[in-house]
């Protein structure tokens, strides 16, 4: 199974939007609605995001949401403050009943 | 308070074994899925293997299958990873991680991790 595709950098300013999208293929991302994001600080356990393409967990801001087009997943990240700096991971159910994440993207906030 | 504590990390030798636990509190254990996620030094996240509540199901990962045995005590609300014939490419910090809901939702509660080093 390969790994999801992120871009290894986003960065944005205070305030702004941004996207990480997250791509697979149809026996993963595409084939499924169970797209999860994470979020992970330097030396931190990772912390979920999104779950089911675009549900928060309880205690998630809402400046967090998600989407899916065809075979790619989305994170936006509205009104960035500067705690959002972080890695974040995407992460995939496939059609083998296993899971896939991202190589994982950076975010930095300028 | 939700927690997972993972431990019986270490130093071994290539080819050689070690068994992980993660000590469950503060939910129902035997209700929910449970994974291994390892993240290699300055690298992303792989996902291990899961295990479904009652642990009848288990699901591996293709560069673990056949090396690593993922189960449960219910009675003591401990998950585990054998890890056999270990590789010098399985040394990373393994996390444990309970399943938010069901195996479909993500991972909501991650423990600290254990370092696991394989190396001569």
């Known amino acids: 199974q390969s790994a999801l595709t992120q871009p290894a950098s986003v960065s944005g300013s205070p305030g702004q939007s941004i996207t990480i999208s997250c791509t697979g293929t149809?026996?993963?991302?595409?084939?499924?609605?169970?797209v999860s994001w994470y979020q992970q600080h330097p030396g931190k356990a990772p912390k979920l995001m999104i779950y089911?393409?675009?549900n928060r967990p309880s205690g998630v801001s809402n400046r967090f949401s998600g989407s899916k087009s065809g075979n790619t997943a989305s994170l936006t990240i509205s009104g960035l403050q500067a705690e959002d700096e972080a890695d974040y991971y995407c992460?995939?159910?496939?059609?083998?009943?296993?899971?896939?994440f991202g190589g994982g993207t950076k975010l930095t906030v300028l | 308070e939700v927690q997972l504590l993972e431990s019986g990390g270490g130093l071994v030798q290539p080819g050689g074994s070690l068994r992980l636990s993660c000590a469950a509190s503060?939910?129902?254990?035997?209700?929910?899925?449970m994974s291994w996620v390892r993240q290699a030094p300055g690298k992303g996240l792989e996902w291990v293997s899961g295990?479904?509540?009652?642990?009848?199901?288990?699901y591996y990962a293709d560069s673990v299958k056949g090396r690593f045995t993922i189960s449960r005590d219910s009675s003591k609300s401990t998950l585990y990873l054998q890890m056999n014939s270990l590789r010098a490419e399985d040394t990373a910090m393994y996390y444990c991680?309970?399943?938010?809901?069901?195996?479909?939702?993500?991972?909501?509660?991650w423990g600290q991790g254990t370092t696991v080093t394989v190396s001569s």
């Open positions: 992460s995939s159910y496939t059609s083998s009943s296993t899971w896939v």
């Open positions: 149809r026996s993963d991302v595409g084939g499924y609605n169970y």
């Open positions: 295990i479904s509540g009652s642990g009848s199901i288990t």
């Open positions: 089911d393409v675009s």
């Open positions: 503060g939910f129902t254990f035997r209700t929910y899925a």
């Open positions: 991680a309970k399943y938010y809901h069901s195996y479909y939702y993500g991972m909501d509660v």
